[in-house]
């Protein structure tokens, strides 16, 4: 009788110690190692079956898709530390400047091209939040409209390519992370689009919401504008186009990608005259924080998979998740349900790593092939999306909001985000109506 309740108490045990506050990676490994000995104990396995988790660790160690994360983090990073991410915002507002919404448009485009060339939302937030937050005041934008285009724009890190999110989704899903990379480029597209058009709807309706840029200020700048364009635009858009154009073409594996792109920042830092010791040691130190944080959590949620199994969870999951009603409409509902609350409170790399692998074998066992599996993949990296801007508890939100002046209250951040929510949820909508959307359905 006890057995049959292992899994299911340990499950609950360890999102209980993580709504408690407690680390998640050690969350994971401690409590993984008390029902472990427990297991053991009440005779579901032996101590010999738990000697397969160094054979697991090696395989972590092997892994040639997760050694892209450190480079495209790297790549990122350097691009924000060097203040080329700050370059290219100021560069693009001038250039939208005569718009009424303007401004808010160059944050939309912006955001899109922090997302191919980082791929971590909270780099893309605290970098748009600090830069354009204070002009965007300064020349008269509603903060409600502001806040919620910087938010936005900085989930797109979320699902246009190269996103990091994307490479772990690739690896826990068992299917290519180039494939996920050109299934999710259309839907990312079309979201930063619609970001787009609503901006241009406010600005058209309520044009005091979003004023353009005064015609004094565009004046002292416009005769070397597309100079500056040409020098601060063209090289960083050709390192993202030989990136993501290596790995769409075949010619190169996202890891081998990520590390030209890291190689291209680090040129075009120095073609900049920006490249400094600290500077460096920073981006470094940085990516050592984020890639330390995945290893320790693969670490944990390898032995709680090992565990949990052993238990037959994976088992008792499978046979839930297979029985729901509605077939595949009510596992694709169900599961995306629980990665939006759960995205919420925790963070991605933690949801990639204890549910997903719970996830796939209920998938496999519905008949999702590898392109459906790919097009899966899409849909819970746009529902992480929106659960980043969702308030209360959406990171972005916090990111933003450690970075905004004192003077915009947290409601308001609350209240600019939600236009931007729904305008996710109606892609998802689309993504989950047509999966044709997905390159490769």
Do not use: K
């Not at 040409?230 to 990136?243: H, K, Q």
């Amino acid at each position: 009788m006890l057995l049959d309740w292992l899994a299911p108490l340990l499950f609950a045990a360890v999102f209980l110690l993580i709504f408690l506050g407690y680390p998640v990676a050690f969350s994971l490994g401690g409590v993984a190692l008390l029902f472990g000995a427990l297991a053991v104990q009440a005779g579901a396995f032996s101590w010999a079956y738990l000697e397969l988790f160094p054979e697991r660790l090696f395989g972590i160690m092997q892994n040639q898709v997760l050694l892209s994360v450190p480079f495209f983090v790297l790549m990122g990073t350097l691009l924000e530390r060097s203040r080329l991410a700050e370059d290219l915002l100021r560069t693009i507002g001038l250039l939208f400047g005569p718009l009424r919404g303007g401004l808010a448009l160059a944050v939309v485009f912006v955001g899109t091209l922090l997302a191919a060339a980082t791929g971590v939302v909270g780099a893309s937030v605290v970098a748009m939040g600090m830069i354009s937050l204070p002009v965007m005041q300064r020349y008269g934008y509603a903060p409600g409209l502001s806040c919620g285009t910087i938010a936005a724009s900085g989930t797109l890190g979320q699902i246009i390519p190269p996103s990091v999110v994307l490479v772990v989704l690739g690896d826990q899903l068992g299917v290519s992370v180039g494939d996920l990379f050109v299934g999710a480029l259309v839907p990312g597209l079309m979201l930063a689009g619609l970001y787009a058009l609503y901006v241009l709807l406010v600005a058209w309706l309520r044009p005091e919401l979003a004023p353009a840029m005064p015609a004094s200020e565009r004046a002292e700048v416009s005769g070397q504008l597309l100079a500056r364009c040409l020098r601060v635009l063209v090289p960083p858009l050709t390192l993202i186009g030989v990136v993501l154009g290596s790995i769409f073409a075949g010619i190169a594996t996202p890891t081998e990608a990520g590390a030209l792109g890291s190689l291209g920042a680090l040129g075009l830092t120095a073609a900049h005259g920006r490249l400094r010791w600290r500077m460096l040691s920073e981006a470094l130190a940085e990516t050592v924080r984020l890639t330390s944080m995945v290893v320790f959590l693969l670490v944990g949620s390898t032995l709680f998979t090992l565990v949990f199994r052993g238990l037959d969870g994976d088992l008792w999951i499978e046979e839930h998740l297979t029985n729901l009603p509605g077939g595949r409409l009510g596992f694709l509902l169900l599961t995306n349900l629980a990665v939006f609350v759960l995205g919420c409170f925790i963070d991605f790399f933690e949801i990639a790593f204890i549910l997903l692998p719970l996830f796939v074998p209920a998938a496999r066992a519905l008949g999702f092939s590898d392109p459906e599996l790919v097009w899966y993949g899409v849909v819970l990296a746009m529902n992480l999306q929106t659960s980043f801007l969702t308030p209360p508890f959406g990171f972005s939100l916090f990111y933003l909001r450690g970075v905004a002046p004192s003077g915009i209250p947290t409601t308001t951040i609350y209240r600019g985000v939600l236009p931007f929510i729904a305008l996710q949820l109606l892609a998802l909508g689309l993504v989950i109506a047509f999966p044709g959307l997905v390159r490769g359905i």
